[in-house]
């Protein structure tokens, strides 16, 4: 089983930055691909960005290419997401998800383990 932990979430004026983490336990972490989704209130859930298990494949979502980026370190059983210039439309709560897989997937219920999530609010 496989416990997955974000953290770095908060309250950032547009334009800034925040780094959110995503620290797994109880599982080989570097067997998984892991990908950051979001959801707003209202909204559907929405994917954000993915990284292979490697670390050397990602994706992003059209609306956040270009400003976020997702790296791992597997030593330190992280999943990382640097998220700069928020627009007020990256609120929503993110959450980290792990699949046992080569190869990463945007897909919602291809990820076996998701995250509680993390709170991100950008205010305009």
């Known amino acids: 089983q496989v416990q997955l932990v974000e953290s770095g979430g908060g309250l950032v004026q547009a334009g800034g930055s925040l780094r959110l983490s995503c620290a797994a336990s109880g599982g080989t972490f570097s067997t998984y691909a892991m990908g950051w989704f979001r959801q707003a209130p209202g909204k559907e859930r929405e994917s954000v960005a993915h990284?292979?298990?490697?670390?050397?494949?990602?994706f992003y979502a059209n609306s956040v290419k270009g400003r976020f980026s997702i790296s791992r370190d597997n030593a330190k059983n992280t999943v990382y997401l640097q998220m700069n210039s928020l627009k007020a439309e990256d609120t929503a709560v993110y959450f980290c998800a792990a699949k046992f897989s080569v190869t990463l997937s945007t897909t919602y219920n291809a990820y076996a383990y998701y995250g509680q999530g993390t709170q991100v609010t950008v205010s305009s």
């Open positions: 990284i292979s298990r490697s670390g050397g494949s990602t």
